[in-house]
């Protein structure tokens, strides 16, 4: 099993120095991934019901755009996949999008994971011009539109959302035939959008035991769709709290392995703090105590 971090990207480490100190720190330990999650602004309402409880952030605190923090690791790393947890699609017109993670494809050599998802809060979403309630249409429809771009010599597109035609699109993605897609969210809209558009399904904030129930729930929307299951790639994103730090390195390694036990092939720790010295002790933990520890398992 592939283990990831979250780089630290907001509050007091929202900076150049604090960011790129510590992917270059993971990268020189062979963390498989590097990751970001995707917010533009933060309002001061929400509706919607944030996917691991509750929001974690005040609306004034400092956030690095994750698009352009993602740029700035692929250009201070040269191992670690870069990855997103998630991308919201409707975020960004889906043509400047496509150009955007491409370019990040080609500066970091083919090491992007495109994690998508359609998103929660609607008051995000409607800001900055996405509709809401056909959230899952235009997220399907943006997925379209970057395998468009990302593969075809005369992209050309007419949707429900967007249109365009006689554009050319260049650079195309290292990756052939583009980026792996892996999708967020478990919903039945969501699993459908894994099965259809996706390469993997990245969960969010689930126990073993819940990631345990939606294993058969994903496969029998596979099996409808006449996709094989074993083609779907399995993420998790995971939240190491300090409280299951203190109970020892054990109790990391059997939280893990109890995913691993499930057929999860990638999982990306959380552990953001607004100390970096903080952050690099837990780095050094996962990589020189935990991860060998699940690899043995």
Request: hydrophobic share 40%.
């Amino acid at each position: 099993m592939d283990i990831g971090c979250h780089l630290p990207n907001q509050g007091p480490l929202a900076t150049g120095e604090a960011l790129s100190s510590f992917a270059r720190e993971a990268d020189r330990r062979d963390v498989a991934s590097l990751w970001v999650s995707d917010h533009v602004v933060f309002p001061r309402t929400a509706t919607g019901s944030y996917p691991g409880g509750r929001f974690p952030h005040p609306p004034d605190k400092p956030y690095l755009e994750p698009v352009v923090a993602l740029a700035a690791a692929a250009m201070c790393t040269t191992r670690a996949r870069l990855g997103a947890s998630v991308f919201v699609l409707g975020h960004r017109h889906p043509v400047v999008m496509a150009k955007m993670l491409t370019s990040i494809d080609a500066l970091s050599q083919g090491r992007l994971i495109c994690g998508v998802g359609a998103g929660w809060w609607k008051e995000e979403l409607e800001i900055l011009g996405a509709p809401f309630r056909q959230r899952g249409r235009h997220a399907d429809e943006i997925l379209r539109i970057f395998k468009t771009l990302w593969s075809a010599d005369e992209p050309a597109f007419e949707g429900e959302f967007f249109r365009f035609r006689d554009i050319g699109f260049a650079p195309k993605p290292v990756q052939k035939p583009h980026p792996p897609i892996w999708v967020g969210g478990d919903s039945p809209g969501a699993f459908r959008r894994v099965v259809t558009l996706g390469d993997g399904w990245h969960a969010t904030s689930k126990t073993p035991a819940e990631f345990r129930e939606a294993l058969p729930r994903l496969r029998a929307v596979a099996d409808q769709a006449g996709r094989a299951f074993e083609t779907i790639e399995l993420s998790l994103r995971y939240t190491l709290r300090d409280d299951l730090i203190a109970k020892g390195p054990q109790a990391v390694v059997d939280e893990l392995v109890a995913y691993k036990q499930q057929g999860l092939r990638h999982v990306v720790l959380e552990f953001r703090r607004d100390d970096l010295g903080r952050m690099l002790e837990i780095l050094d933990l996962v990589t020189s105590t935990v991860r060998p520890a699940v690899d043995r398992a």
